[in-house]
Nanobody, 113 residues
Framework: QVQLVESGGGLVQAGGSLRLSCAAS????????MSWYRQAPGKQREMVAS???????DYADSVNGRFTISRDNTKNTVYLQMNSLKPEDTAVYYC???????WGQGTQVTVSS
C-alpha cells in the first residue's frame, strides 16, 4: 500500500518561497502521475500542479510561472517549489498518487501580507 508524507509547509511573507516535499513508500512510485492540490478555508480542493510518469507537467493558471513541480524517482519523492508567494496561496497542500488514488495528510502553507 502506498503512503504519502508531505513536509515543508510553514509561514512565509508575501513574495517569499517555500519548497514542499512528498515522500512515497513503495517502489512503483515512478509509474504514477503525482499531483499537488490545495484547499483553502471554505473553498473546494483544487489541483495546483501535476507530473506524469513520463515527465509532462501541468499547472493551474493561478500558479503557472511561480510554482514548479519536480520528482526524483530514485528517492520516491515529488517536490513543489513555490516562489513569489501571495496571500491567496494560503491553504493546506496535499499530494496525491493518482494511480493509486492515495492522498497525503496535508501540510499548511500560510502567506502573510
Amino acid at each position: 500500500q502506498v503512503q504519502l508524507v508531505e513536509s515543508g509547509g510553514g509561514l512565509v511573507q508575501a513574495g517569499g518561497s517555500l519548497r514542499l516535499s512528498c515522500a512515497a513508500s513503495g517502489s512503483i512510485f515512478r509509474h504514477s502521475t503525482m499531483s499537488w492540490y490545495r484547499q483553502a478555508p471554505g473553498k473546494q480542493r483544487e489541483m495546483v500542479a501535476s507530473s506524469t510518469s513520463g515527465g509532462r507537467t501541468d499547472y493551474a493558471d493561478s500558479v503557472n510561472g511561480r510554482f514548479t513541480i519536480s520528482r526524483d524517482n530514485t528517492k520516491n519523492t515529488v517536490y513543489l517549489q513555490m516562489n513569489s508567494l501571495k496571500p491567496e496561496d494560503t491553504a493546506v497542500y496535499y499530494c496525491k498518487a493518482v494511480l493509486f488514488g492515495v492522498w497525503g495528510q496535508g501540510t499548511q502553507v500560510t502567506v502573510s501580507s
